[in-house]
């Protein structure tokens, strides 16, 4: 990987099952320059719930820093599925948990990269989700920043990602296609293995190396595109977030107050019932009729 900057800190953003921990693992290989019979796992320590594949997630954000020989260094904040099987009501947290750790360990962010399966038509409906939640904490000048990255592909030929379901805030995002070698050699493993499925070894073999020409080609891309954006503060980011926790408050007592007020609204129409009954027995009764009056003038104020 040619670079002429020496740091790079990249927030890698995407739902469960898209590839992220594969990402981090291509990105530590490379530059560490295996190839992928010398590939290693990637661990990130104590940090994955377990469980199965599906059920399997990054629990935090947390931070993951590369050096490759030549000193390039690459940080990379692996940010929870924001919106994954454990359902929507954990986003707040992993709100929280992304903002703290980019304000506790990040000063600049070069790109936030979204990932997304180029083998699906379009982006989950927890994705879209997460952009919704995101777009409060990124601030706009970010934008400019933002790549989405189609994994499960290695060329415009097989990705089934329909343009137009890209959401608005990613319509001018650089796109990069990434067929992860990590996980084709994996699978080739697996496969040498258990050989349930026919195909001749060296013909897999093939397979795994022309999906590291081509990631190393998309890495290249990667890095080109990190190269020529301006590395944005997170600053901007904190202050966002912070102001979005304040909004929230606002909306709070808003709703609270508006609650009051519909409490309110009702005994008023109650009263003004009962006001159009007792009318008929106020030409009997004037007195009913005026205290029935000052109730209501009583609850208008
Ligand atoms: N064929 C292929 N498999 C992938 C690719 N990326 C990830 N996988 C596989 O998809 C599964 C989930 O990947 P993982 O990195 O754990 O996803 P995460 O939940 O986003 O961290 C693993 O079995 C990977 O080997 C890819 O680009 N191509
Ligand atoms: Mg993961």
Request: overall charge neutral; some cysteine.
């Amino acid at each position: 990987v040619k670079t002429t900057k020496r740091e790079f800190t990249i927030l890698l953003v995407g739902e469960t099952g898209v590839g992220k921990t594969t990402v981090l693992s291509l990105i530590a290989n490379i530059l560490e320059g295996r190839t992928p019979e010398q590939y290693v796992d990637f661990h990130a320590p104590g940090n994955e719930a377990g469980g199965s594949q599906s059920g399997s997630q990054t629990k935090s954000a947390q931070v993951y820093e590369f050096g490759s020989k030549n000193g390039v260094i690459v940080r990379i904040l692996d940010t929870p599925g924001l919106a994954d099987t454990r359902g929507l009501a954990e986003d707040k947290k992993h709100k929280e948990s992304i903002a703290q750790e980019i304000q506790r360990s990040i000063a600049t962010v070069n790109a936030v990269i979204i990932l997304a399966n180029g083998t699906l038509p379009r982006l989950g409906a927890s994705t879209d989700y997460a952009l919704t939640t995101l777009s409060s904490i990124f601030p706009n000048t970010l934008s400019n920043n933002i790549g989405i990255m189609f994994t499960n592909v290695g060329d415009p030929l097989n990705c089934n990602f329909e343009e137009d379901a890209i959401p608005d805030i990613l319509r001018h995002a650089k796109q990069f296609l990434l067929d992860n070698p990590v996980a084709i050699q994996k699978k080739f493993l697996q496969q040498k293995q258990k050989r349930t499925l026919q195909m001749a070894v060296d013909q897999m073999q093939k397979r795994v190396q022309a999906s590291e020409v081509t990631a190393l080609d998309t890495l290249n891309q990667v890095f080109d595109w990190l190269d020529a954006l301006v590395p944005q503060p997170t600053k901007e980011i904190v202050y966002l977030h912070g102001k979005s926790q304040n909004i929230e408050k606002n909306i709070d007592s808003a709703l609270a107050r508006m609650t009051q007020a519909a409490e309110k609204d009702r005994d008023l129409q109650r009263i003004a019932a009962d006001l159009n009954k007792a009318q008929v027995v106020s030409t009997y009764h004037p007195s009913v009729r005026l205290s029935l009056e000052l109730n209501v003038a009583n609850l208008r104020t």
